[in-house]
């Protein structure tokens, strides 16, 4: 009897040591699935809400992605509920660069304003990176507009002039006053080509206009001369841009874009830009 007994104890007990652990885990299955079905809910009512708290936004590409960058940063919704008060231009151009966002943030309280007298420390014949909406410069009135949303030019000037120069002192609002008090600000246009070379001089520097060669540019890349370009619609713009070429890394070309720090990091082939370089000179102290 006693054995019988022992032998329905184990048998008992090697039931429950499957049962139990099996109950757990068909427990945290459903568990599991409930809570996808309350989380998901939440991320459609999430882009509902979007939707319909700014129904009232113009229905325009702008505006869309504006919208998807709140799921990035909840702050992009301070800018949709005030987007009145910031220029269109503006707006576009945060759209498509979030880096842009604690600079737009600040714009209403800070425009007309430049913060700053220099673009910072800088190492002889190397060029630094400068934004053209720098919180340090980017908010000064350029002509028509703020250079944030029209200052490439001035920008990728000031960049040279420090890199050859070594004076940190010309920042692009410094140029951007020169362009407007000398001519090379067009209304309605933007920057004259002309202050690459004639401005240019005002400041220590020569530009000279040269052909697109391949040859040519790795030459004078490989020998400390940095070369601006002014591009076409393409990978750095949608209407005009300016950048500048200012070395070679592993055969390709560094890019410093005075709008994109994600497109300043990266190593550029030749034939990419080629395509879109409308006009470029190189320069030497």
């Known amino acids: 009897m006693a054995k019988k007994r022992l032998k329905k104890k184990f048998k008992l007990i090697f039931k429950l040591l499957i049962i139990i652990p099996l109950l757990i885990l068909i427990k945290n299955v459903i568990f599991t699935k409930k809570l996808e079905k309350r989380i998901k809910p939440d991320f459609q009512v999430l882009e509902e809400n979007i939707d319909e708290k700014y129904a009232y936004l113009p229905q325009t590409d702008t505006f869309d992605k504006l919208k998807q960058?709140?799921?990035?940063d909840k702050k992009v919704e301070k800018i949709l509920d005030n987007y009145l008060e910031y220029p269109e231009d503006l707006l576009m151009m945060l759209s498509k660069n979030i880096e842009m966002l604690d600079f737009v943030l600040e714009f209403n309280n800070q425009k007309g304003k430049t913060l700053d007298d220099n673009v910072g420390k800088i190492k002889k014949d190397e060029i630094p990176l400068l934004l053209q909406w720098d919180k340090r410069w980017g908010y000064t009135k350029y002509g028509d507009n703020y250079l944030a949303?029209?200052?490439c030019a001035p920008?990728?000037?000031?960049?040279?002039i420090a890199g050859l120069t070594g004076n940190n002192k010309i920042t692009p609002a410094v140029i951007s006053k020169y362009a407007k008090e000398n001519g090379y600000y067009v209304e309605g246009i933007g920057t004259s080509w002309d202050i690459m070379t004639v401005g240019a001089k005002h400041f220590g520097i020569t530009g000279t206009n040269i052909n697109l060669n391949k040859n040519d540019i790795y030459y004078y890349l490989e020998n400390g001369n940095p070369i601006i370009c002014s591009m076409a619609p393409g990978d750095f713009t949608t209407t005009g841009?300016?950048?500048v070429l200012t070395q070679i890394k592993n055969g390709k070309i560094k890019v410093n874009d005075p709008n994109s720090k994600s497109r300043s990091n990266k190593l550029w082939d030749y034939e990419i830009l080629e395509s879109q370089i409308k006009n470029l000179w190189v320069f030497q102290k």
Do not use: D, P, Y
């Open 69 to 72: 960058l709140i799921e990035k």
């Open 149 to 151: 949303i029209n200052g």
């Open 155 to 160: 920008t990728t000037l000031s960049m040279v």
């Open 241 to 243: 841009h300016f950048i």
